[in-house]
């Protein structure tokens, strides 16, 4: 009786880290490039009750007895669907078609990956820096700062497809800077760590960034000025997750209660 008490407190504990995934996902619903996070299940330990043997006839039993003993978070999967393009009134603001990640330099020196392209161009000591809101700096092909010297104009800059900056001359005809923003792509996007605001960082089970324009393996990311990259989180399907979920708690929260019953039943036995 213990067995089912413990069983159904797992599925309780379980359902409710998936609600709580819910809520982050709503949460979530109007963040720029943001990706849906899913749960994965898998089964605890199983007890052997019976092993396989043989009936009264001798007869051998094709299957033994065994119970399960509950249920168990075994990840959270982001899922890098493509989010829809949303029009943008920001000069600075960039939306990725592709597996590609902007590459950002962090305060520390680090670099982190985001799929965020809300973009400022920022005053920085006599120099403008294409920055992210937070003010941190973005990365051109070659792991540097994007920037341009203080009397840039910037209204006249112009941004290809994919992501070569040109700047137009007194003629509107447009010079190449050279620059173009960076974009990198991991074989297993999956295993990036998140450190909040929308960044990741590598991690061993993601592998080392790959370069778009320096690996050929790989297929260039569109990066479009002019668009933000919306939420790939879908309301209706999380209110039907939650539907479920909630459903599933009270089942698991139902088998406890009953489980408690039939122990007070045996408990109030009289020989």
């Known amino acids: 009786m213990m067995r089912s008490l413990w069983t159904a407190a797992s599925g309780m504990k379980s359902q409710q880290t998936s609600m709580d995934n819910i809520a982050n996902n709503l949460a979530n619903i109007n963040t720029t490039g943001f990706k849906k996070e899913r749960l994965e299940f898998q089964s605890l ?63 520390d020196g680090s670099t982190s990956y985001t799929r965020n392209g809300n973009f400022i161009m920022a005053v920085d000591n006599n120099s403008l820096t294409l920055t992210t809101a937070d003010g941190y700096a973005v990365l051109d092909t070659n792991g540097q700062p994007i920037s341009f010297p203080s009397d840039t104009d910037t209204s006249r800059m112009i941004f290809d497809n994919y992501g070569n900056i040109s700047i137009k001359d007194e003629r509107g005809v447009p010079q190449s800077t050279g620059i173009k923003i960076g974009a990198a792509q991991f074989n297993n996007p999956s295993g990036l760590h998140k450190i909040g605001n929308s960044y990741f ?71």
Request: charge should be negative; aromatic fraction near 6%.
């Open 201 to 271: 960082i590598e991690t061993l089970a993601s592998g080392e960034a790959r370069i778009e324009g320096q690996d050929d393996a790989l297929t260039m990311s569109v990066i479009k000025n002019g668009y933000l990259e919306g939420s790939s989180v879908e309301a209706v399907d999380e209110m039907v997750d939650m539907i479920v979920t909630q459903r599933a708690y009270e089942m698991n929260s139902k088998a406890i209660q009953a489980s408690d019953e039939m122990l007070q039943q045996a408990n109030n036995l009289r020989s």
């Open 45 to 107: 330990l199983y007890q052997t009750i019976q092993n396989k043997t043989e009936d009264t006839e001798g007869n051998p039993k094709p299957i033994g007895a065994q119970v399960g003993l509950g249920v168990k978070v075994a990840a959270i999967t982001t899922e890098f669907e493509q989010g829809k393009l949303l029009d943008s009134a920001g000069a600075f603001d960039f939306a990725i078609q592709g597996e590609g990640f902007f590459m950002i330099q962090m305060p």
